[in-house]
């Protein structure tokens, strides 16, 4: 399941074992949320009417009722792993500076993006905010080569744009390309 070498990041006070201890007693409250998440599924599964018809022979208990019963098997499982001691690696390999200081532009810019493309998506329709979407988090997120991400972000803003219409039969907003499309 998980790494069992030790965590060396956080040394522990001596004589004070993890493995000795049951396991680290913090992990236990995932557990618990992954348990109620189980059984909150389990419980709104078997409220909902079964329906079966033609198309759909199973009716609409069967994925939550399944994902409640991996949810809780997951959890025991989980519990089980960190009573025996298991932790998970510490992260010495990965390539990020933790002592960093969260970079508050970009993520400001990101959030003005996501908001004018909400709010241009009615008028201006999918394709259209779309594109702005993609193209402006492209560049907050370092690509200085705006035509080929406005490109970029056009061939994906049609692409959802059919793919929702034709695959999942659902219509985004058209906007101003209202009969184009």
Not at 51 to 63: F, H, K, T
Request: negative net charge; contains cysteine.
């Amino acid at each position: 399941m998980t790494d069992t070498t030790p965590d060396r990041t956080h040394p522990e006070p001596a004589g004070q074992d993890v493995e000795k201890q049951g396991g680290d007693r913090a992990q236990y409250g995932m557990c618990a949320a992954l348990a109620g998440l189980g059984i909150v599924l389990l419980v709104n599964s078997a409220s909902l009417a079964p329906v079966a018809s033609s198309n759909d022979s199973l009716g609409p208990r069967v994925i939550p009722t399944v994902l409640g019963i991996l949810l809780l098997v997951t959890s025991v499982l989980y519990a089980i792993d960190i009573h025996r001691g298991g932790v998970g690696a510490a992260d010495e390999g990965e390539d990020v500076d933790l002592g960093a200081k969260a970079d508050w532009k970009t993520v400001g810019l990101l959030v003005v993006i996501f908001g004018v493309s909400a709010a241009l998506m009615e008028p201006l329709g999918w394709v259209i905010a779309g594109t702005l979407l993609f193209t402006g988090c492209a560049y907050a997120l370092g690509n200085r080569h705006v035509v080929r991400g406005l490109l970029v972000g056009i061939a994906i803003s049609l692409g959802t744009f059919y793919a929702f219409a034709i695959g999942l039969g659902v219509n985004l907003p058209a906007g101003i390309l209202q009969g184009i499309l």
